[in-house]
């Protein structure tokens, strides 16, 4: 299987990329080719410019601007992401990248009778998601409400694939994590990655 690999970090030191890492070199050695999109890196512009922006209902929308990781995207099979959640969100590259990339014509269609969208990745069959939170986990599950859960998975996964396998680990008050803490949850990333089938 081919996947499409996001990391959404600013420090290559951080825990962050050492999951990618520990993502990359587990799936390497199932056999399956990765493609790290690694968007600090990478240089990724989040910001949705002016011309995509008012473009953004003609067909066949115009995507030149990030035609090359659209090209990526349509390769993949499976979609994993790596990041951490600041305010209870998407790094701010990550959202850019979804409201850049996965943009009319490439990940759905808008329906001409109004108001829905028509899935288009339908390469994708698995959109999973690694991530970390500063906070605990009844903070972010009963308090915040698991937010960045319910965007990934009911705001774009669902819209851009129904079947598409959701599946999201992550790691909670990570400001205090003990080393011994990071290398159990990585070890929980490598037997989560043996259910990638």
């Known amino acids: 299987m081919h996947l499409l690999l996001v990391l959404a970090h600013p420090l290559p030191e951080s825990f962050a990329h050492s999951v990618a890492r520990t993502v990359r070199e587990t ?14 890196a990478e240089n990724f512009d989040p910001r949705l410019t002016e011309k995509e922006r008012r473009g953004y209902f003609e067909v066949p929308y115009d995507t030149s601007g990030v035609a090359d990781l659209v090209m990526r995207l349509q390769k993949a099979e499976a979609l994993v992401f790596v990041f951490p959640q600041w305010w ?15 943009a009319p014509g490439v990940a759905f269609r808008h329906d001409k009778a109004g108001g829905r969208i028509v899935p288009l990745l339908t390469n994708i069959r698995h ?12 903070v972010v599950k009963f308090y915040m409400g698991d937010p960045v859960r319910r965007q990934l998975k009911r705001g ?5 694939n129904r079947k598409a396998e959701f599946r999201m680990l992550a790691l909670h008050d990570m400001d205090r994590a003990t080393d011994d803490k990071r290398r159990r949850h990585l070890e929980r990333v490598k037997a989560t ?5």
């Open 156 to 160: 774009i996964a669902v819209f851009c």
């Open 88 to 102: 209870f969100n998407l790094p701010a590259v990550l959202k850019g990248f979804f409201d850049r990339v996965f």
């Open 127 to 138: 959109f999973w998601v690694f991530t970390t939170t500063g906070s605990p986990w009844w």
């Open 193 to 197: 990655l043996q259910k990638l089938r």
């Open 27 to 40: 799936l390497e050695g199932q056999g399956h080719s990765v493609d790290l999109l690694d968007l600090h």
